[in-house]
């Protein structure tokens, strides 16, 4: 699924590709009636026709492409989806799902393999989204800010930051590659870390997810951005999806486990088990 560094990749993409331009006509292509959440593609024709996109904005993994109608179509990619903005003239592709066509004849398609994204035209970004905790990029995601979502909790950290309640936009390769970096077990309870690991895990954070968007962010399997094109961040992972092969600080073997039902890669060596402190009796004995 994409994560924040891809969705934001998208964003910076098409912004400039799709701003102030407008939409002649939203087409549904057969068997894609489940990408609208039960509406009708003749009534979201009706109200895009003629309308213009004034910018895209992202909210952890979702997307708003802003309408100058000031309503906002809330785009979420899930796993296979792909927002592919091309010329006038362009050959059709495979697995595309929906179309707006914008003036000149340009087009933005939604191309989508196993059919589980979906697009919603609201009047506010959050009125089609869950609960959301913090940008991680954002000012307002800080030490205290990470510690308010995981203090009290005994799940497992890297369950804890696939939560998107807690954190918005962190999923599978950004939790394990965070956790590494932090130098922490995915299964120490998220509760339990220490002052140093919390600061450690909020830098490691803000960098995995930066070095994400820097690199076009990560093409394992599905995600491209919207030309199509693949991103460059798996060639730059440390863990995830690295089971077997050597850590490259320690030499050590990189496991794999299943933590809250996710596939999970770690270093035992460098990601040990923390050791639970002993009790002890402070009597003297006589």
């Not at 296979?80 to 059709?92: I, K, Q, Y």
């Not at 308010?148 to 369950?159: D, E, F, P, S, Y």
């Amino acid at each position: 699924m994409p994560e924040l560094p891809e969705v934001e990749t998208v964003r910076r993409q098409l912004e400039p590709l799709i701003a102030g331009r407008s939409i002649s006509r939203f087409r549904l292509l057969p068997g894609a009636e489940r990408l609208l959440r039960g509406r009708f593609a003749s009534e979201i024709d009706t109200q895009l026709n003629g309308r213009s996109f004034t910018a895209v904005t992202r909210r952890g993994k979702y997307l708003g492409l802003n309408l100058d109608s000031d309503q906002v179509l809330v785009v979420h990619l899930r796993m296979t989806g792909s927002l592919r903005f091309r010329p006038a003239g362009h050959e059709e592709e495979p697995f595309t799902r929906a179309v707006f066509d914008l003036d000149g004849g340009d087009q933005l398609r939604f191309v989508d393999v196993r059919k589980f994204g979906t697009i919603d035209l609201v009047e506010r970004l959050q009125d089609a989204l869950p609960e959301l905790g913090p940008e991680p990029l954002s000012d307002e995601f800080t030490v205290a800010a990470l510690w308010n979502a995981l203090r009290g909790r005994q799940i497992a950290v890297k369950a804890a930051l696939l939560d998107q309640a807690n954190i918005a936009g962190i999923g599978n390769i950004y939790a394990d590659e965070a956790l590494y970096l932090a130098r922490l077990n995915p299964e120490a309870p998220a509760g339990s870390l220490r002052p140093a690991e919390r600061r450690e895990l909020h830098a490691a954070i803000r960098r995995v997810l930066e070095d994400g968007v820097a690199h076009g962010g990560a093409s394992f399997r599905d995600y491209t951005d919207v030309d199509g094109a693949e991103g460059e961040q798996q060639y730059f992972v440390r863990v995830f999806r690295r089971t077997d092969e050597p850590c490259d600080d320690c030499d050590a073997v990189i496991r794999r486990i299943v933590v809250g039902g996710r596939a999970t890669h770690f270093c035992p060596r460098c990601q040990p088990v923390r050791q639970r402190t002993r009790k002890v009796n402070s009597t003297r004995p006589r």
